[in-house]
DNA sequence: TCTGGGGTCCTAGGACCC
DNA sequence: TCTGGGGTCCTAGGACCC
């Protein structure tokens, strides 16, 4: 029956028969809670219930081997042993704040030292990526295993269609969104928030509705009662700039967007923009759930402890330049890719950033390569200001077979096109 | 309230080609 | 010599997201 039913969807969409294919399109839109922070609290189950912070510096193995030798394990530590946000001195932003730490008003983003004053009780602990990254394999493998088509947005969240999925289609997806939860809380220890409903813009909205632990259904008709009433910014895709923007022209809710034309909209935020604006703010969005993708690009970038100046610290910076460099073609190399335009980016004491890139004949993922045109982006920046970050960015990327010294056949095949059209278009002027 | 690190996509102008 | 329209690539900046 399934199989049936996938069959006919390969068919091109113009072939509109009578078959199981017309399900309602339900999707899925599934946002794990207070991710960072609850992986942490599951090994440190004391600190339950408070406000706890993820952020500042990392735990190098040997502090924490040093913990454990000292308190025969970390669910020993006493409360008063953990450090505290109020002592929190430098620069930084918190990633993730349990629930009890919202109530004091901290959340994802927000500056340490601002939240320090918020709620200088707060329990802080360092970052530690490897582990959520591993947690964040686990619970999407989970998912796939029940419902295949999954798209991966990030560390803590995914896009899931159910629209074929057996069950399904059951009270509009419910009932398959609490299977996935409690299996992703029997293999993990981890709770998340769904929301079910026609498409990406309106999953996204419904997973917030109820956190944490909620599953939320919302079908078409439920658009003027369930999302029309929501500010802009509700809406992925509405950031702050766009947000403050729709403020100054009268526009609050979603049900406001609405209200204005197609034209009106075209007319104060562009042709492709007020389009789209136009679209979301009536519910409608066709992108697909797309379950592989490729990388653009590849970068690291550090944030100094304080900033540093050109001249004064050349050393200091050259150094970390260096290593950013490597850092880079390490991700490459692990990954596979390879890629030809190599850029640099720069933040100054003020914030202001500049950017400049270089685009080379030949794909690279060497260090020394990527240092070396690296550093003739950083000749072409002015740099007086105090800098606060330096990064390092490679793009253009293709999937590079390292033995053969070349991209892998598929973009072979495109490169080589390319450079043959060059290559005889440029013949006459020999 | 002084703002991390990793990304994607869009815009806009200029170069260069047909 | 001037005019034009379309297409692609490159670069810089910026908005936005997790």
């Not at 995914?158 to 609490?178: C, K, M, N, S, W």
């Not at 653009?296 to 330049?321: I, N, P, Y």
Request: charged share 20%; net charge positive.
């Amino acid at each position: 029956m399934a199989h049936a039913c996938l069959r006919r969807c390969a068919r091109p969409s113009n072939n509109r028969g009578v078959t199981t294919a017309d399900l309602p399109r339900r999707i899925a839109h599934l946002d794990m809670d207070a991710f960072f922070a609850s992986v942490e609290l599951l090994r440190y189950p004391q600190l339950q219930g408070l406000p706890v912070v993820i952020g500042g510096r990392r735990h190098t193995p040997e502090d924490e081997a040093q913990l454990i030798a000292q308190w025969g394990g970390l669910e020993n530590i006493p409360l008063e042993a953990f450090d505290r946000l109020g002592s929190y001195v430098g620069r930084g932003v918190i990633t993730t704040a349990t629930y009890p730490a919202r109530k004091f008003g901290l959340g994802s983003a927000m500056g340490m030292m601002k939240a320090a004053r918020l709620c200088p009780q707060a329990i802080l602990l360092p970052i530690d990526f490897a582990r959520y990254r591993s947690y964040s394999r686990q619970f999407k493998a989970v998912i796939v295993s029940i419902a295949p088509v999954m798209e991966d947005r990030g560390v803590d969240e995914v896009y899931i269609d159910f629209t074929h999925v057996p069950g399904g289609q059951e009270q509009g997806g419910r009932v398959l969104a609490a299977r996935i939860q409690q299996a992703i809380q029997s293999a993990t220890g981890l709770s998340c928030s769904v929301g079910v409903a026609p498409n990406k813009l309106l999953a996204k909205m419904a997973s917030e509705f109820q956190k944490p632990q909620g599953i939320s259904v919302v079908y078409a008709e439920d658009l003027q009662a369930l999302i029309w009433p929501l500010p802009c910014r509700k809406i992925n895709g509405i950031g702050p700039k766009a947000g403050a923007k729709m403020q100054a022209l009268g526009i609050e809710t979603i049900a406001d967007l609405a209200a204005r034309s197609l034209p009106w909209l075209v007319q104060h935020f562009g042709k492709s923009y007020g389009a789209w604006l136009h679209a979301a703010a009536h519910g409608q969005d066709e992108r697909p759930v797309v379950t592989e993708s490729e990388p653009v690009s590849m970068s690291r970038e550090t944030t100094f402890v304080h900033d540093l100046h050109a001249v004064q610290h050349k050393a200091e910076l050259g150094a970390v330049f260096t290593r950013l460099c490597e850092r880079v073609a390490e991700d490459l190399q692990r990954k596979g890719y390879a890629g030809r335009t190599i850029g640099i980016k720069l933040r100054y004491a003020n914030f202001k950033s500049v950017t400049r890139e270089i685009t080379v004949e030949q794909f690279t993922q060497e260090a020394v390569t990527i240092r070396q045109i690296a550093g003739q982006c950083l000749r072409r920046v002015p740099l007086e200001q105090p800098l606060r970050l330096l990064g390092v960015r490679v793009g253009g990327l293709v999937v590079w077979d390292a033995a053969q010294q070349q991209p892998r056949s598929a973009e072979k095949v495109a490169i080589k096109r390319h450079m043959q059209s060059r290559d005889l278009l440029t013949l006459p002027l020999f």
